[in-house]
């Protein structure tokens, strides 16, 4: 029913990507997606340039935020932000050429104030479409022939939509694919995802694929955007975080085939230990319990007692403390 995402050399098959999200996607995270399956292209969070740069002079180390990303599977795309065209050209080599990843995805749609207010970039550049295009160019530059993306909102705010225009700019400028969510930088994350804006763009672009981002949560949204809407692919980002799984599930109903039931409480319970033993393995114990706080929020989502386990798993602070509620609220 639907074709692969062409994205310069890559045929991305099923056309679904799963979305960066600072603070969630990061190795741990993939590999888990991973093993169930059905995302055609992974992210990573989105790194600073400028702080991969630091780290770098200073330590010879990657960012933490690239944990894992030398050795992991491709097709994997990691997505940088800053406003310094060469800064971030110079990065995207490093990237293409030393790394080897599969696609550099540009960053113009954070709202954080630190990044859009105080460092002028994400959702900030959005108002700049010749800032955009020649950063693109830029990177497009350094990295070929391993294509770069960009990731956008429909614009600053309802009042300054301008995707189209941003998205011909990154066209333009030899960008190999434009992932566009459809809020506003404004909107945060208010409101629903207008994909009648997203669709908009599709007749002013001429061999860039749009991918539409935005609210899909099940397998049955997923088709139903491809029915209506002229997009050559989707990203899929926080249902992913509560249902791992979802994207096996939605290649089955992209293939009409039967789609996958929901793993068992007891699949899921083992599912989030084997996250948090990865988080613990690379962060400790102190820190990784901690992080994995909020992944565990997530997985509980819509389970019975799912409140009472958010609170209880607020406090954990130890690997016993994390496993008491998870004995609790997950029983086998
Ligand atoms: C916790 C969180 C972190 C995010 N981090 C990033 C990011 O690093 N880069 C980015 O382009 N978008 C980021 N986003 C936006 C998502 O990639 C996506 O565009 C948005 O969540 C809408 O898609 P969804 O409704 O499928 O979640 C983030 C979203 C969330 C909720």
Same mark, same amino acid.
């Given at each position: 029913?639907?074709?692969?995402?062409?994205?310069?050399?890559?045929?991305?098959?099923?056309?679904?990507?799963?979305?960066?999200?600072? $603070?969630?996607?990061?190795?741990? *995270?993939?590999?888990?997606? !991973?093993?169930?399956?059905?995302?055609?292209?992974?992210?990573?969070?989105?790194?600073?340039?400028?702080?991969?740069?630091?780290?770098?002079?200073?330590?010879?180390?990657?960012?933490?935020?690239?944990?894992?990303?030398?050795?992991?599977?491709?097709?994997?795309?990691?997505?940088?932000?800053?406003?310094?065209?060469?800064?971030?050209? =110079?990065?995207?080599?490093?990237?293409?050429? %030393?790394?080897?990843?599969?696609?550099?995805?540009?960053? *113009?749609?954070?709202?954080?104030? =630190?990044?859009?207010?105080?460092?002028?970039?994400?959702?900030?550049?959005?108002?700049?479409?010749? !800032?955009?295009?020649?950063?693109? =160019?830029?990177?497009?530059?350094?990295?070929?022939?391993?294509?770069? #993306?960009?990731?956008?909102?429909? $614009?600053?705010?309802?009042?300054?939509?301008?995707?189209?225009?941003?998205?011909?700019?990154?066209?333009?400028?030899?960008?190999?694919?434009?992932?566009?969510?459809?809020?506003?930088?404004?909107?945060?994350? !208010?409101?629903?995802?207008?994909?009648?804006?997203?669709?908009?763009?599709?007749?002013?672009?001429?061999? @860039?694929?749009?991918?539409?981002?935005?609210?899909?949560?099940?397998?049955?949204?997923?088709?139903?955007?491809?029915?209506?809407?002229?997009?050559?692919?989707? @990203?899929?980002? !926080?249902?992913?975080?509560?249902?791992?799984?979802?994207?096996?599930?939605?290649?089955?109903?992209?293939?009409?085939?039967?789609?996958?039931?929901?793993? #068992?409480?007891?699949? %899921?319970?083992?599912?989030?230990?084997?996250?948090?033993?990865?988080?613990?393995?690379?962060?400790?114990?102190?820190?990784? #319990?901690?992080?994995?706080?909020?992944?565990?929020?997530?997985?509980?989502?819509?389970?019975?007692?799912?409140?009472?386990?958010?609170?209880?798993?607020?406090?954990?602070?130890?690997?016993?403390?994390?496993?008491?509620?998870?004995?609790?609220?997950?029983?086998?």
């Amino acid at each position: 029913m639907v074709s692969p995402l062409k994205i310069g050399p890559l045929s991305i098959d099923p056309p679904v990507w799963q979305a960066p999200m600072a $603070g969630f996607t990061n190795f741990a *995270f993939r590999k888990i997606v !991973r093993r169930f399956g059905g995302a055609g292209l992974l992210t990573t969070e989105m790194v600073s340039a400028r702080g991969m740069r630091q780290i770098e002079a200073r330590k010879g180390d990657l960012p933490e935020r690239l944990w894992g990303v030398e050795d992991e599977p491709r097709p994997l795309a990691v997505q940088i932000w800053d406003n310094d065209p060469g800064l971030l050209a =110079a990065v995207g080599h490093r990237l293409a050429h %030393q790394l080897h990843v599969s696609v550099v995805d540009l960053n *113009f749609g954070c709202p954080v104030k =630190a990044v859009s207010q105080s460092a002028q970039s994400g959702s900030y550049l959005l108002r700049y479409p010749d !800032r955009i295009a020649e950063i693109v =160019a830029r990177v497009v530059e350094a990295c070929a022939p391993v294509p770069v #993306t960009a990731k956008i909102r429909l $614009g600053g705010s309802r009042e300054s939509i301008n995707a189209i225009e941003v998205a011909g700019a990154i066209e333009a400028a030899g960008g190999a694919a434009v992932t566009v969510h459809g809020r506003t930088a404004a909107d945060r994350f !208010r409101g629903s995802a207008d994909w009648d804006q997203i669709a908009r763009i599709k007749p002013h672009l001429k061999r @860039m694929p749009l991918v539409g981002n935005g609210d899909l949560q099940t397998p049955e949204d997923v088709v139903e955007a491809f029915r209506r809407w002229s997009v050559d692919g989707v @990203m899929i980002g !926080r249902a992913a975080l509560t249902k791992p799984w979802l994207f096996r599930q939605i290649r089955c109903a992209l293939a009409s085939e039967p789609i996958p039931p929901e793993p #068992t409480l007891v699949e %899921q319970r083992e599912l989030l230990l084997d996250h948090y033993g990865m988080i613990v393995d690379r962060f400790g114990p102190t820190r990784g #319990t901690i992080q994995m706080r909020r992944y565990a929020c997530h997985y509980a989502q819509g389970h019975h007692g799912c409140r009472a386990f958010r609170s209880q798993i607020a406090t954990a602070a130890t690997p016993q403390q994390f496993a008491e509620a998870v004995d609790r609220y997950f029983p086998t």
